[in-house]
């Protein structure tokens, strides 16, 4: 296996990793906390090398438009303030790293951490070329990142192991990878990266 180089424009972003999407919680995904492992493995990783690791949530206020009594699709989740819409212990973010709060009004739903946050302004001005997505939930929150990553121009390696998907519909998970990869992301696994050196 080839290693895939890690460089000095490289940033981490760790996608939505609440309580409330983790198994137990009120919107949990499927196998969620199977994730923590590899994406803490990128979050040494990148440490190690002195890379910036951002970390997207959802940060909604109590009558945000995608609940249900709403007549949005989801139940109430990451209410702001809430033990749900914390990070998770075992995640283990450094001091360092960046919290990026996305959906903090009533009225705007936002699946991506580009979406009314100046993410895109923030990568820009710390010189980040190129984004490593992971997290909660792939067919969802990851792929929305994904794809606003790569429409602001940034390139974006996707690591599949470090993702789960809600699959409403079977199969929602993989296409949602074949989406990000038809739009220029690149899948890789995380030993890909271990032997990577800026």
Not at 2 to 25: C, I, K, N, R, W
Not at 103 to 109: G, I, R, S
Not at 139 to 158: E, H, K, P, Q, S
């Amino acid at each position: 296996m080839t290693p895939l180089h890690l460089e000095a424009s490289d940033a981490l972003l760790v996608v939505d990793m609440q309580y409330d999407f983790l198994p137990g919680g009120s919107l949990g995904v499927p196998g969620g906390d199977q994730v923590l492992g590899p994406i803490n493995r990128l979050i040494k990783l990148f440490g190690e090398q002195g890379l910036p690791v951002y970390a997207s949530r959802d940060w909604h206020p109590g009558d945000h438009c995608s609940f249900a009594a709403r007549g949005g699709p989801w139940p109430p989740h990451c209410v702001a303030g809430t033990r749900g819409a914390a990070f998770s212990d075992a995640l283990r973010l450094p001091p360092d790293a960046i919290v990026v709060s996305k959906a903090e009004t009533a009225d705007v739903d936002a699946y991506s951490a580009f979406n009314g946050t100046g993410l895109a302004g923030q990568l820009r001005a710390r010189g980040v070329r190129r984004v490593a997505v992971c997290g909660l939930a792939t067919d969802y929150c990851v792929l929305n990142t994904a794809l606003d990553a790569r429409a602001n121009g940034f390139d974006v390696l996707v690591v599949p192991q470090a993702m789960r998907a809600v699959d409403v519909n079977p199969g929602d998970g993989e296409r949602a990878i074949a989406a990000m990869v038809e739009r220029g992301a690149l899948p890789v696994q995380v030993d890909e990266l271990a032997a990577a050196s800026v």
